[in-house]
């Protein structure tokens, strides 16, 4: 079933794109909101950031950053005040009339009164994608890579908070999306879950190949998942640093006891401090 | 599988189970009905300021026919008001989602509407709309449809941001996010606000038959009182109650039907 | 100078003595204790109840010794259940209402019935040509249940016209009239038009009392109770009433700016109108000679008859135990 999995990414036009070209190309961008009592904020100043395609690219940072504002903007949800967001050449409006793009919440948000089959189902029934048929085999093959197809039939109310998560995964990702984009997905789960989450979060990425951008508070979290960690620092939100991952993958769990993911953690640490002390 | 006697067994559990979990409520009714029957007979109170429950229960059964015919007359215009009023809500509501202009043009005149005293306005709708069923179903329908437009509108609109993001990332049209999501997201508001509504819309119809109607319980109820008939009067009072509560639980086994996912009810 | 409102009347007779006592000592003057009434209209305060409010404002109550506190009624509110149950101690009503309630247990007792004529009947648009009972055939009629609407029926039976004839609708107010919905409705002869003819157009009306329904309106009653224990007070509110109704309507400008003083809602000329029409059911012939607000048994037993015919009477009626005539005053 996994196998069926990967096919169906295979299928999608993303493999005819050249190896090594930018999924996710940000230049200037900067997002001001009018406030309600007057006044503007500026949410975002002077982004420029490049992930290429297949990359895990987490974006850290204390609160009010940004970091959600970033994932509205290459989603196309909300739209820069100036400067560019390109997804694969093209902007995120146009690219998501012809492809797709998953996006998990920090809250798992699934439809109560739908099962966790038709949570699944969800995005392909509304954008009228596929067959019936295939939409099925889809939904049915993405709840086997997140281990739920036996809670295929359970409402969202009757699973755990990890399943919930899990489902909003399988959702994100059953209409092969080129791009997914993940908003602190594992922030209102404990910590075991959320080891656990993060490793089959790493098992589906590698088996699906998915370009990803991933939002979190948690520094162990971005190194342990990513390719490279960008910083970023508040008022206004922008990138000071990165840190490009040294780490061999796939990545065991007991990796965050080794001295060298110790080690570039603090480095992480240091540079969320200190943001003088950019570093790339 | 389901052979008739099987489902009578379930019917017998289901019965057995709902007396175990209702019968403080039934021992207290009973015993508020002994209390009333013999504090009327210790207290001699005469009968024309109040009747003992086994006169009224006795009445009831005597003109059985007599309040049947008039009940079902009376709930008949209850009940297609109450469609009726649902019906108008669940546009109105619909409108509302689809043109903010139309929300702020006509929502004030819900809420004035709302404001008008149903006794004052039943009059009105017999000189406007003639006899017969049709003012009776115009009041009970005044009389329901605003709860379930505030509670519908508000359910339509109880979607979380992050819904509504999902919703633009699939590009679902208004259509496709109303029926699918808001509709749903809606229901259980709605049936709160129906739960509320079936009994107004009964009262609704009884007001209207106090100004014009030749039949109904509430006519009935009124001759009751112009014949200073007390034993009449807790009659039709009782049916009528007996009435509402039955239609108060036809609502809730429709939304027990139509809420069938978990945590989906409210209060 | 008496003043009515600093004594007041207690159940307690030690209390009463005492205050009195305390009273006649402090102002050295001799003070009675009033009877302390309560009488209950069976409508609200407005020209219908000009007698009631005269005797009040003109002080023949306190003049008779008696402290009364006069309480509108509404539609929700009989004052046959009030006095039934001995919490007030007279009411007016209809004869054909307090016979009802007799019907149904209450210990009432009618002790005079000032409105000789019952002013129930039916009245319609002088446009719709309609003149006689049997000028309704086939004509759409609007009635409200109770009222007088027994005495509408009597009224069309005794001239030979069926209700099946008649289409006849559930339905309140003038509205239906003038609007043309119905060609005559049922109502109070002294008031129902008056509203229409404010409103610019002319009625008729038919009264059921000018085809020999007999029926009172007006009739003040007090329960079996006071009847045995304070008969001297039943004649004294009766007697002072009578005074009341003389003097209201031989000066009735003045009757007027009392009632509209009293309650400055009321519409003054509807008011005038309905007050001259009442005249009408008051001053009878038989008034003149057998005195205000007399009556006898056989007015009773005739609105009895009527009832169980056409009102759904099926209680028992004691006539004599519900009457006591020797309250009203000689003329």
Known sequence: MMGAAHQFVAATGVKLLPERELAIDIRGLSKTFSLPAGGNWTALQGIDLQVERGKFLSLVGPSGCGKSTMLRLISGLLSPTSGTVNVFGQSPEQFRSKNRMGFVFQDATLLPWRTVLGNVLFPMEILGVYTRKERLERAEAYLELVRLHEFRKSYPAQLSGGMRQRV?????????????LMDEPFGALDEITRQDMQEELLRIWAETGITTIFVTHSLSEALFLSDEVAVMQARPGRITGSVVADLPRPREPSLRLKPNFVEQLMRLEAMLRDPDQQKS | MNTPSHLHNR??????LSLQENWPSIALFALGLLIWQYAVAFLQIPQYLLPTPSEIFLRIWKERWLLWSNLSITMIAAIAGFFLGFLIAVGLGTLFVFSRTAARALMPWTIIIRTIPILAIAPLMTIWLGFGIAPKIAVAALACFFPILINFYRGLGSISREIGELLSLVNASRVQGLIHVRIFAAMPFTFAALKISSGLAVVGAIVAEFTGANLGIGTLIVTAGYQQDAVMLFAGIIVSCIASVLFYYVVVAAEKLCLYWPEARMG | MRNIATVKYTKKIGSTVASALAL??????????????????????????AAYIIAFEKGFYRDAGLDVEIRPGSVQVNPNQLVASGDEHFGANDSPNIITGVSRGMPLVAVAACWQKHPGGLYMLESSGIKAPKD?????????????????????SKSGVKLDQINTVNASGNEVL??????????????????????????TAMPASDYGISAAAE??????????????????????????????????EETLKIVLANNPQLAAEQQRRQLDLQAGLIFTERAAKQGLCSFDRQDVASTVDVLREFGGLTGQVDVDAMINTSFVPAP
Do not use: C, H
């Open chain 3, 24 to 49: 006649a000592l402090a102002f050295a003057t001799p003070a009675l204790a009033n009877d302390k009434v309560v009488m209950r209209l069976p409508w609200i305060a407005n020209v219908q109840a």
């Open chain 2, 11 to 16: 019917f017998l559990t289901r019965a057995a």
């Open chain 3, 178 to 203: 003038m609007k043309g919905t119905v060609d005559a409705r049922s109502g109070f002869v002294i008031n129902g038009p008056v509203a229409i003819e404010l409103a610019g157009m002319k009625t």
């Open chain 1, 168 to 180: 909003s995964i399988a959702r994100a990702l059953a209409d092969s999306p080129a791009i997914l």
């Open chain 3, 219 to 252: 009739v003040i009653f007090t329960n079996k109770k006071m009847i045995a224990e304070k008969p001297d007070v039943v004649r004294r509110f009766v007697e002072a009433t009578v005074k009341g109704y003389k003097y209201a309507y031989s000066n009735r």
């Open chain 3, 136 to 156: 309704l055939i086939g004509k759409r009629l609007a009635y409200d249940e109770g009222g007088p609407w027994t005495l509408i029926k009597a009224m069309l």
